[in-house]
């Protein structure tokens, strides 16, 4: 009998989401990946990315075409962000994750039609680049601790304050801003403004880091920044309610950055293992490397179809917290643990800079911080099992 092909089809996607997947790899190993010495030295990527990125559909994945977008579901979101590891440039995964999936997302849902038009719509088309800001010097995990103020004055808001670690922060031309518009009222305090670059009282400066060496993390700062009223986003006091909104999308597109390195770093050790002859033989013939081979595999596997999964559940008008963080802590870990192995595999070549094992392994460790700690998932998970006395 004729032996037929063997072909691993996932239930939940389609031809589309296979053919749209395949687009980005072949995008991320013709386009990305052979530059990724320099810009990785140079901790830098040309920002005209951002328009290549728009001419090929990878931008405003989930927005109808009115605005610019590819009126495309959260799984081809998945699969840009686990296809473009194949870049071995974690930070180009993370800037275009911050763009698409952190930053439209609340604009779009919450602000106006004319936020829409000036911020979201010149986004998708990569003419203009956003970030998010949340994280301050005081408050990381404790995001209802921010302090960066807004006060009201006439017809603008006057912002004062720090954000640190922001993805995109040094480039943008514009950032949502998380600012506490009233001290006494906690959570409830809190309220969304777009401040655009060039905004006076606010500067920036860009952070030196061990991780994604390509994509620019900046601290900002907020000094009587004024920003018109118009530029705040949503209700005011809703801010709090709507970044954690955001941040359930902002944490499946993570997992899935997170399950594309894992994978790749797994391919990467894969090769080596059949390449590499010590002792007489392939290191991929020793049962240790077999095993864990498997390991890594298995965990890969196991990461991405719940990944999968809440991504459906998400797409399909369901809001699962505790699901969403459970993906995020298996991806990151997967991410973690399979980069760290893949690293071994390769012994000492893996550590030269010119080596994709080391980036994904420093690119790795970012998953099990940004976006939420592991810690903080688990403290999402134990919340959603142990009901409140
Ligand atoms: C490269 C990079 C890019 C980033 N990009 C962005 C961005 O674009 N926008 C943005 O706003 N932020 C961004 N961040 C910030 C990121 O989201 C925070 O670093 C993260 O939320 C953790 O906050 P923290 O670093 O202040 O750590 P902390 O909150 O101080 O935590 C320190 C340690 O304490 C643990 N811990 C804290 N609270 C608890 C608790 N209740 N129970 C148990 N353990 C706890 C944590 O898990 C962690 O291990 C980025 C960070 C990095 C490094």
Excluded at 113 to 129: A, D, L, S, T
Aim: with cysteine; hydrophobic share 40%.
């Amino acid at each position: 009998m004729e032996k037929k092909e063997a072909k691993v089809i996932h239930p939940i996607l389609t031809d589309k989401h296979r053919e749209f997947g395949k687009r980005v790899r072949e995008f991320a190993e013709k386009e990305l990946a052979p530059h990724a010495d320099e810009w990785e030295s140079r901790q830098e990527f040309p920002i005209s990315l951002f328009q290549r990125f728009a001419e090929l559909g990878f931008l405003g994945i989930r927005y109808p075409r009115e605005y610019a977008g590819q009126n495309l579901d959260f799984l081809h979101s998945v699969l840009l962000s686990e296809e473009l590891a194949y870049s071995t440039m974690g930070g180009i995964t993370t800037a275009v994750t911050v763009q698409n999936e952190m930053v439209g997302p609340p604009i779009f849902k919450f602000g106006t039609e004319e936020h829409r038009q000036k911020f979201v719509v010149p986004m998708n088309r990569g003419q203009k680049i956003g970030a998010l800001g949340i994280t301050e010097p005081q408050a990381g995990s404790d995001v209802a601790a921010i302090q960066t103020s807004a006060k009201k004055n006439g017809n603008h808001w006057v912002l004062n304050g720090e954000k640190i670690f922001i993805t995109n922060g040094f480039r943008a031309d514009l950032v949502l801003v998380v600012a506490r518009t009233s001290l006494e009222k906690g959570y409830r305090g809190m309220s969304l403004f777009l401040v655009e670059s060039g905004t006076k009282g606010f500067t920036r400066e860009k952070l030196d880091k061990v991780t994604m060496y390509c994509a620019d993390v900046g601290r900002l700062y907020f000094k009587n920044c004024s920003v018109p009223a118009e530029n705040m986003v949503g209700e005011e006091g809703r801010g709090f309610y709507n970044i954690m909104w955001e941040l359930q999308g902002e944490r499946i597109a993570g997992s899935a950055n997170a399950v594309g390195r894992a994978q790749a770093a797994f391919e990467a050790a894969l090769k080596y293992a059949q390449a590499r002859i010590q002792f007489g033989k392939r290191i991929a013939d020793f049962q240790v490397t077999q095993h864990k081979l498997a390991d890594m595999a298995t965990r890969i596997d196991a990461a991405r179809q719940y990944v999968y999964y809440v991504a459906w559940l998400f797409e399909n008008g369901a809001y699962p917290v505790k699901e969403i963080s459970i993906a995020k802590l298996l991806a990151a870990q997967a991410a973690s643990s399979v980069s760290d192995d893949a690293l071994q595999i390769h012994g000492g070549p893996g550590l030269l800079m010119t080596s994709s094992a080391q980036r994904f392994w420093r690119d790795a460790r970012l998953s099990r911080i940004g976006g939420g700690t592991d810690e903080i998932q688990k403290e999402i998970i134990a919340r959603a099992l142990i009901p409140k006395k």
